[in-house]
Each structure stands twice: as structure tokens, then as C-alpha cells.
């Protein structure tokens, strides 16, 4: 009767490890290069068919999201709203541009998205660099106004002289997209990156926050690592996409209000719940420079970590 227990506690213990194993969660990943920059996914699930479901629909909304946003391709969204002057959007793009404009005012238009003149007249498109003279500069300085940018229903409206460039932002947007169809299959934990713009969700395989190495910005490797748990990420950098002149180094984020590229920051770390946020806000410091973003920062309470030089050494600034 005992032997007879006790081999029974056995087939009980045997089914129940059998059952864990059936239901350990695998790593999934998605790798493809769309929204300007390499796209990354990976996340931890115990179906295999349902996460290759998961990952053809990421795939699905970041090949919409490429063809609503992208500058460079003659069939996007963006680019018939440029040409066209009036579009109809769908509602999310709608939302986009909305916070698009509160971000702007928000950061007293260091963050514009009606930026794409001063980008094209700097040669930062065609990979065609120069140095525009002050009256060229101050010519195409007015073309940019996002508060001329117009929304009515699902209508987005430019003047004739204006054109939009949603590339500091787009990228966080998608991770922000991402996050959301990771979330609604019940995923807690996956790790996503849009071109360097990044959602974490939950904590690692290893019962661990997720662990974000920010590059040194003029050096190899990783210059410090960050510890999330369910949050967003987002670093801009002047090693990014810039051109020297001169020893003199002039990186694509372009100041809204002087036309020129910004120069008093190298690099721009910001934590944020919103990965599109994030995205504009760094964008908005690197502008701004170390003291004037480090007190924005501050009166918003928001994390940010910055790198800048001063007398040829990388100096740190993080807010509380």
C-alpha cells in the first residue's frame, strides 16, 4: 500500500515537471531594418505559433509605420503631406502630430518638426555637407513654424513653404507601437529597439532589470550602464550623423531658432514612460545645452544624463 503511494507521489512529481517544462517561455526575436535604423525585438513566450503570430504582426505595423513616416521615400505619407500640402491621416498619425506640437511648445520650439528646411539646406539629406552663409540661414530660418502646421479632423494642412520632418520622434513612436502589441498578447517581459530608441518591459530572463549600456560618445565601447524596469529610453548624439570642418564638428540636430547645428552637447540620455517622449526630448536638450536642458529637466522631473565637452574633456551632468 505504501509502495504503491508512493510510486503514484512519483508519476505526480514526473507529470508536473513534465508540465513546467511544456510551459517555459522561449526567447523570440525580430530583426529587420525599417523606420531608419535597425529594428529589434525580444521577447519571452511559451507558444511558438502564437509568438510567430506576435512577431508578424510587430512586422505588419512597422512596415505601415515606415510607409506613413518615412522622408525618403517618395510614397510615404510624409512625403505626399510635403508635396501635396493636405492629406488625410489615420488617427494615430493624427495623435502624433498633436504631440508632436505640445512637445514643441512645451520646449519653447527647440523640438520642431517643421525642421526639414534647415536639415535640407545643411546637406544632412544628400550627404552633400557645407557651411550655408548667415543670409542663406537666416532666409530658410523662417520657413520653420510648426505652429503653422494645421490639424482639422483627420486633415493635416501646411502652408506652401513649409515641410515636416517626423524623424525625431518616428523612431520612438514605433517602439512606443511595438510595446503596445507586445502588451496586448500579455507579454511582461521583452526588451525593444527602433534605431536606439527603446520600451523595456518588466525585467530580464534573469528575474533582473534590464541593463542599457549608453556608447561612449568619443571612445569605444560603453560608457556607463543603466539599470529599467518598465520604462523607455532614448539617446541622441553628435557622433550620430555629423560632418567636421575644419576640426569643428557639426552634428544634424539643428537649433530651430539660431538654423545652426547643435553644438554644446555630445550626448543626450533621457528615461522616460514614453519612448516617443523620450525621443523628442532629447532632441529638445541636445539643443539646449547642458545648464538651460539639465533645469528643463529638472522642473519636469524628468531623468536625463548628459555628456558634453568643455576645454577638451567629456564632462557629466545627470538630474536628480
Not at 500640402?85 to 506640437?101: C, G, Y
Not at 502646421?149 to 483627420?154: A, T
Request: glycine share 8%.
Amino acid at each position: 500500500m505504501k509502495i504503491k503511494l508512493f510510486s503514484r507521489h512519483i508519476m505526480v512529481f514526473i507529470c508536473l515537471i513534465l508540465c513546467c517544462l511544456s510551459c517555459a517561455k522561449k526567447e523570440f526575436s525580430y530583426s529587420k531594418f525599417l523606420v531608419g535604423g535597425l529594428c529589434e525585438v525580444k521577447f519571452y513566450h511559451h507558444n511558438e505559433k502564437e509568438a510567430k503570430r506576435i512577431i508578424s504582426e510587430i512586422d505588419t505595423e512597422l512596415i505601415r509605420i515606415d510607409s506613413l513616416l518615412n522622408r525618403f521615400s517618395e510614397k510615404s505619407l510624409i512625403t505626399r503631406l510635403n508635396k501635396e500640402r493636405k492629406i488625410q491621416a489615420p488617427e494615430d498619425i493624427v495623435r502624433l502630430f498633436l504631440l508632436s506640437d505640445s512637445i514643441a511648445r512645451l520646449t519653447d520650439g527647440t523640438f520642431d518638426i517643421s525642421i526639414a528646411p534647415l536639415l535640407e539646406l545643411w546637406g544632412f539629406y544628400e550627404n552633400n555637407f557645407k557651411i550655408p552663409d548667415t543670409a542663406e540661414i537666416e532666409r530658410v530660418k523662417k520657413l520653420v513654424d510648426y505652429s503653422r502646421i494645421q490639424i482639422r479632423g483627420d486633415s493635416i494642412i501646411l502652408p506652401q513653404w513649409l515641410k515636416v520632418d517626423l524623424s525625431g520622434i518616428a523612431q520612438g513612436y514605433a517602439a512606443d507601437r511595438v510595446a503596445d502589441i507586445i502588451k496586448g498578447h500579455g507579454i511582461n517581459s521583452a526588451l525593444i529597439n527602433i534605431g536606439g530608441e527603446m520600451v523595456l518591459l518588466g525585467r530580464s530572463s534573469k528575474n533582473r532589470p534590464w541593463r542599457i549600456g549608453i556608447r561612449n560618445p568619443r571612445g569605444k565601447g560603453i560608457i556607463e550602464v543603466i539599470e529599467i524596469t518598465n520604462g523607455a529610453l532614448s539617446t541622441s548624439g553628435d557622433y550620430e550623423k555629423f560632418f567636421m570642418v575644419e576640426g569643428i564638428r557639426y552634428p544634424h540636430i539643428i537649433d530651430p531658432r539660431t538654423g545652426f547645428p547643435a553644438m554644446h552637447f555630445v550626448s543626450v540620455t533621457i528615461l522616460a514612460k514614453s519612448a516617443a517622449f523620450a525621443d523628442a526630448i532629447a532632441t529638445a536638450v541636445a539643443v539646449m545645452g547642458p545648464e538651460k536642458g539639465m533645469n528643463f529637466l529638472d522642473s519636469l522631473k524628468i531623468r536625463g544624463i548628459m555628456y558634453y565637452e568643455e576645454n577638451g574633456e567629456l564632462q557629466r551632468v545627470e538630474t536628480e
